[in-house]
């Protein structure tokens, strides 16, 4: 069983930055891979971001590449989901979630690949 809390969540300007992070309750956090998704009102949860057991290999969506950056510490149970040039189609509750599948399945990003959840954190992105 794996528990996970997000943390870091906000209001912040236009072009402002803002770091999430995740913490996990593991007894082995390398052995799973971390995605971090956002998700609006009336829409559905969205892949935002991937990291690999180890933090070598990552995958982004097209609309938060070269802004955001997700990287991972595994002595520290934490994943980061660092973003920047923040917009305000950015606003979203964030989750991150943890899966033990292939590289292959979950940097594709689809929801039900990722068996853990946490409870989301908010970030407002103000024009």
């Known amino acids: 069983q794996v528990q996970l809390v997000e943390s870091g969540g906000g209001f912040v300007q236009t072009g402002g930055s803002v770091r999430l992070s995740c913490a996990a309750s593991?007894?082995?956090?390398?052995?799973?891979?971390v995605g971090w998704f956002r998700q609006v009102p009336g829409k559905e949860r969205e892949f935002v971001a991937v990291?690999?057991?180890?933090?070598?290999?990552?995958n982004y969506e097209d609309r938060v590449k070269g802004r955001f950056t997700i990287s991972r510490d595994n002595e520290r149970n934490t994943v980061y989901l660092q973003m920047e040039n923040l917009k305000p189609e950015d606003t979203a509750v964030y989750y991150c979630?943890?899966?033990?599948?292939?590289?292959?399945?979950?940097?594709?990003?689809?929801?039900?690949?990722?068996?853990?959840w946490g409870q989301g954190t908010q970030v407002t992105v103000s024009s």
């Open positions: 979630a943890a899966g033990s599948g292939s590289w292959a399945e979950l940097r594709l990003g689809r929801l039900y690949d990722y068996a853990y």
């Open positions: 990291v690999s057991w180890n933090g070598g290999t990552t």
């Open positions: 593991a007894r082995i956090f390398s052995n799973y891979i």
